[in-house]
C-alpha cells in the first residue's frame, strides 16, 4: 500500500491457500489449509504487484510482508526460498529487513527454522497469557514461554541486522484490549530485551476487521473501540515499549488483514 511519507509500497503475500492454524477470529483460519503455494506461485505475487505497481504509477515496493493466506512455518521450505531470491543482488535485489516473515509460532523451533531466511521475523502473539491465547489460536500446544525462549534463542543466532521482531497483536474488543492484557504484554517482552544483545522490538497493534461470522467464536467477537486501542498502545509506550497501530486498508472489499478468503462460484 502506498505509504505517503518515505512514498514507497509494501506488499502482502501469501505461503498457502487457506491456513490450518484455526485462529479463530481469521477468515483464512476457518477456511482451514487447501494448499500450500509453490515459490513460484509466492513469487508471481510479487511480479505482478511490481508491474501493476508501474502500470498505475502506484509508489514502488520497496517491502513485503509474508501476512497474507497461510502459516509461512507450514511452508517452510518454499517461503525461505522466496526469501532468498527476493534478496538476491543478481534478482530482485530487496534489503533483507525489507522482508518480513510473520509466524503463529507452531512450536518453538519454528523461529529457529524461520531465522534461516534473509528476513525478519515477526509473531503472531495476539495474547501473552496461555488461557486467553489457546482460545484465540486453538492449534496452540506449546506454552507462551516456551514458544518465547524459542525466540530468545533463535534470535541471538541471527546477524545483528537481523535481530529485529516484530509482536502482533489483532485487538479484540472486551477480549484482549484490556489494559491488564497491555501489562501482561509488556512482562512477557522484558525477557526477550534482556536476554537478546542489541534487539530492536516493535509491537504493531491491530485493531481486528470483522470477518462477518455467524458461527463459532468470532460470531461473539467486536471491533475495539479507537479509545480502547490507543489506550492499550499507551500503556505499553508507558511501560517502555514501542508500540504502533496499524491502519486498516482493503476493508472495503474483504481483503483486509483477517478477512482473505477464497469464494466458490455459484453454478
Known amino acids: 500500500f502506498p505509504g505517503m511519507i518515505e512514498k514507497k509500497s509494501t506488499l502482502c503475500i501469501s505461503s498457502q491457500v487457506g491456513c490450518r492454524q484455526g485462529c479463530t477470529f481469521c477468515m483464512t483460519g476457518r477456511m482451514g489449509k487447501l494448499r500450500s503455494l509453490t515459490s513460484d506461485e509466492i513469487l508471481s505475487q510479487f511480479f505482478h504487484a511490481v508491474t501493476a505497481a508501474r502500470h ?48 503463529v509460532a507452531p512450536n518453538p523451533q519454528t523461529f529457529l527454522t524461520l531465522a534461516k531466511a534473509p528476513a525478519v521475523l515477526a509473531w503472531s502473539v495476539h495474547a501473552s497469557q496461555d488461557v486467553l491465547r489457546k482460545q484465540l489460536v486453538p492449534t496452540t500446544k506449546s506454552t507462551m514461554v516456551e514458544l518465547r525462549q524459542g525466540l530468545v534463542e533463535a534470535l541471538k543466532e541471527r546477524p545483528r541486522r537481523l535481530r529485529s521482531i516484530m509482536l502482533e497483536v489483532t485487538l479484540l474488543g472486551e477480549t484482549n484490549d484490556n489494559l491488564e492484557d497491555a501489562d501482561h504484554l509488556a512482562s512477557f517482552c522484558e525477557p526477550i530485551l534482556e536476554q537478546v544483545l542489541n534487539t530492536k522490538l516493535v509491537i504493531n497493534v491491530i485493531p481486528w476487521n470483522d470477518i462477518s461470522a455467524s458461527s463459532g467464536p468470532a460470531k461473539e467477537y467486536r471491533k475495539p473501540s479507537l479509545e480502547r486501542v490507543l489506550a492499550f498502545q499507551k500503556r505499553l509506550v508507558e511501560r517502555g515499549l514501542r508500540c504502533y497501530v496499524r491502519t486498516t486498508r482493503g476493508d472495503d472489499s474483504e481483503a483486509a488483514c483477517g478477512q482473505l478468503a477464497t469464494k466458490r462460484n455459484k453454478v
Open 56 to 103: 498505475k504509477n502506484l509508489y514502488p515496493i520497496d517491502n513485503v510482508v509474508f501476512m497474507g493466506m497461510g502459516e509461512p512455518a507450514d511452508n517452510v521450505h518454499e517461503v525461505i526460498r522466496v526469501a532468498n531470491v527476493l534478496t538476491d543482488d543478481n534478482q530482485f535485489q530487496l534489503a533483507p529487513r525489507r522482508v518480513t516473515i510473520s509466524t
